[in-house]
């Protein structure tokens, strides 16, 4: 009898040992705006966990007796202690602090969530902190605050172009949402698309992709738009030098139906079309192009129950740009329409299902008329849809999985050519149309165990275009273990295949680059990764610091042939060539985020090589983009209410460029006619000038009203007027006339210090 009873004691405890309490529920502010990202720490088990993009949360703890904490960027954190029998829900409010652009802090449950996650190469901005962030020409820009962090280097002077751990523009994946984006700038790459008032936040992954993710080799970025306000109708702007923007929350069904509507338009052709109005008697005036660019973003959510929620997310912008002169009028324009419809289904506080379909757009058309004697016309087009579900289940804080599907049906126009003279009949096309399918599934496992953390997750892909099928699996592992409750280390493998390539000639990205399906001729791009470093929290976590290294091989990388022939072309895959690379680096960064004075600094020191065999004679060399070092500071300081000041230095190696080592001169049969000839040895063999630069910004907020609060944006652009070198051409000398004695190499420069200012608004 004693020993039964042992016996049933032993169970008894067993089974308390492993009994599981849960606590789910949702995160928002006063306004009803769910909160993604927010921090839920439980202090008695130091189990955690965060709120998805609906604001909802799940928590798993051992014990009954829990002591919640929830803290998010901006807000007050939330305390609260209880005990619970098996299941509690919870309605969770978190206040903002006074004045909102008055701090931006990071409690400690957020520093303990970044070394406890396996997760690495991942960055989380919010809109809040970019616009802390100095900003060419007052413009916030989520994308070039992402520049800042270490492992992303920027493109030539001022873009958006991110180039992240030796990849190339187009092996960015950008989702708005989760419907993909394929040009995310405007300006020819100086502003994003992104307007930040209709941003959440945006999710950076180097490398180390959850299963989830995949068609690009070098990054994902997720970009997520904010909710509309559930009760309160209100609305914030801006009016800058060369922008204003408007966005406009409308609770239409409080707490059911809501929706956020934003827009952004630039005024630089009002300019210049009263000038050239001025200027029109004038013979000898060159008229100034009309150029503008515009963006739209909606998002309609509606909570159907409480189980049950269904959003549209949606977002339009084009760049115009017109010129006339004579009889002749040429229009170029280019721009992307998305849009997503998304139903969420909360099963249950541990299965959740989101099912999407989506829908996108981008498209470049340039035309030119000549009175209505003759036009032509050129296009490239690309247009996806998509049907996407995910599963979401989180078993409980050991065991939690992911798995889901998604098919996308790709068309490409390239290069379509139209041409003809009404009058006279006259018609003339060309161009390429292709299709092409592309399926995933995928499926992931995140395990944790006392110190250890592990996630393993399995994508396989299909891709076919041309009666070309083409079939792959990407194995994706990444582990963390705590060697002390303030450090831990991580490594990380990822296998990913791409199969649509950007056709460029160029070294910057442009409206006019061409996205070109994996063929039988173009075979997908391939990639793996290897990467290891470590975290640790110092000086009682008011300091995060992280070291990460890196190791990528790459395969069936893109290029041209020289001399390659891009527009109107039937058979462009005919001018590709393909090869291999190879990078590697070691990435830096060491952060404060609490009180009055914050920022970070960020290192990177990498090596990016290529090598094709009908380029550079078959021998490796090194890309545009590879620059050996790169060094970022940023500083935000609070000096009250009313004062914020802001400061950026960046410092990065020079870009490389293509100049002759050498000359000759040459002339025809008869002596006569002499030119000088560049030799043209090796690719990229120039390295330009180191790129730095200074901004800084100063915030001034006004008191604010009852319903009202406003602040003006001061900020400076290159500060110290630093020439920067945007490319390097040859000009030719001549000491005789019609005569070329000599060479020289110059620089262009884009931008000097450039002062801005921005009024700011909410209502």
């Not at 901006?74 to 602090?97: A, D, S």
């Not at 013979?283 to 049950?308: E, L």
């Not at 098919?407 to 041409?419: A, K, L, N, V």
Request: net charge positive.
């Amino acid at each position: 009898m004693k020993g039964l009873l042992s016996v049933c004691l032993l169970v008894l405890l067993h089974i308390q040992a492993y009994a599981q309490f849960q606590v789910y529920g949702k995160v928002r502010d006063i306004s009803g705006v769910p909160l993604a990202g927010a921090t839920i720490w439980d202090s008695i088990s130091n189990k955690g966990t965060s709120t998805n993009s609906d604001g909802t949360f799940l928590l798993v703890v051992p014990q009954p007796k829990v002591m919640l904490v929830v803290s998010f960027i901006g807000y007050h954190p939330y305390q609260q202690t209880f005990t619970i029998e098996k299941v509690k829900k919870l309605e969770i409010i978190l206040e903002p602090t006074e004045i909102q652009l008055s701090e931006v802090e990071i409690h400690a449950e957020n520093i303990e969530e970044l070394l406890s996650q396996t997760q690495m190469g991942k960055v989380q901005l919010s809109a809040r902190e970019a616009q802390l962030i100095p900003a060419l020409f007052g413009e916030v820009d989520i994308l070039k605050t992402l520049q800042l962090k270490p492992g992303v280097q920027s493109g030539n002077e001022g873009t958006t172009g991110l180039y992240v751990r030796g990849g190339s523009p187009d092996q960015n994946l950008f989702l708005l949402d989760g419907a993909t984006v394929y040009n995310p700038s405007h300006l020819f790459g100086l502003f994003s698309i992104f307007n930040n008032d209709a941003i959440e936040n945006v999710t950076l992954y180097k490398g180390d992709f959850p299963s989830q993710f995949g068609g690009r080799l070098a990054s994902v970025v997720d970009v997520k738009m904010r909710n509309g306000s559930p009760t309160d109708f209100k609305g914030n702007g801006g009016i800058g030098l060369i922008a204003s923007r408007l966005t406009i929350d409308v609770p239409i069904i409080p707490q059911k139906l809501t929706a956020i509507f934003s827009g952004r338009r630039t005024y630089f052709d009002i300019f210049t079309r009263e000038l050239n109005r001025r200027n029109e008697k004038n013979p000898n005036y060159d008229p100034i192009p009309d150029y503008f660019f515009y963006d739209g973003n909606a998002k309609i959510s509606y909570q159907v129950a409480s189980k049950h929620s269904i959003s549209f997310s949606g977002y339009g912008g084009r760049d115009i740009f017109t010129f006339k002169r004579n009889r002749i009028t040429t229009n170029f324009s280019w721009g992307n329409l998305v849009g997503i419809l998304t139903w969420k289904y909360l099963i249950s506080p541990k299965l959740t299902i989101n099912t999407s379909t989506a829908f996108t757009k981008y498209n470049y058309i340039i035309s030119s008329k000549l009175g209505n004697i003759f036009n032509i016309s050129l296009e490239s087009r690309i247009s996806d849809r998509a049907f996407l579900q995910e599963w979401i289940y989180v078993h409980n804080n050991r065991h939690s999985f992911v798995w889901g599907v998604n098919h996308t049906y790709h068309q490409f126009i390239i290069g379509r050519f139209d041409g003809g003279s009404p009058s006279n009949n006259i018609k003339l096309e060309a161009g390429e149309f292709i299709g092409a399918h592309q399926t995933a599934l995928y499926i992931s496992h995140e395990y944790t165990y006392q110190n250890f953390q592990l996630r393993i997750g399995l994508r396989g892909v299909r891709f076919s275009a041309r009666n070309q099928p083409y079939y792959g699996t990407e194995p994706r592992f990444s582990i963390s273990y705590r060697l002390t409750p303030r450090l831990s280390f991580k490594a990380s493998f990822a296998h990913v295949h791409q199969f649509l390539h950007l056709a460029s000639n160029s070294a910057a990205t442009l409206p006019t680059d061409v996205w070109y399906p994996s063929t039988r001729i173009v075979r997908p791009q391939l990639s793996q990764q290897v990467a290891a470093g470590f975290s640790i929290s110092l000086w009682k976590d008011k300091l995060f610091f992280s070291q990460e290294s890196y190791y990528k091989w790459l395969w069936n990388q893109v290029d041209f042939k020289d001399g390659a022939r891009l527009y109107i072309n039937q058979n462009l895959e005919n001018e590709f060539v393909f090869g291999k690379g190879w990078c590697y680096g070691t990435e830096f960064y060491l952060e404060k985020r609490v009180k009055k004075t914050t920022g970070w600094l960020g290192y990177t020191i990498a090596y990016t090589w290529r090598q094709f065999e009908n380029i550079n004679y078959g021998k490796p060399f090194r890309p545009r983009y590879d620059r050996r070092h790169d060094f970022s500071a940023v500083l935000l300081h609070r000096f009250n209410w009313k004062w914020h000041f802001s400061l950026t230095w960046i410092y990065g190696t020079g870009s490389l460029t293509t100049l002759p080592p050498a000359r000759y001169t040459g002339q025809d049969i008869y002596g006569t006619n002499g030119g000088i000839v560049p030799m043209i040895l090796e690719r990229n063999n120039f390295r330009m000038a180191p790129y730095h630069r200074a901004d800084i910004a100063l915030i001034m907020n006004f008191r604010p009203r009852k319903h009202y609060r406003s602040s003006l944006n001061f900020s400076i652009y290159n500060l110290y007027n630093r020439r920067n070198p945007f490319y390097i051409y040859l000009d030719t000398q001549e000491t005789v006339p019609n005569v070329i004695t000599g060479i020289e190499a110059k620089q262009v420069s884009l931008f000097p210090a450039i002062p801005s200012i921005t009024y700011n608004f909410e209502f």
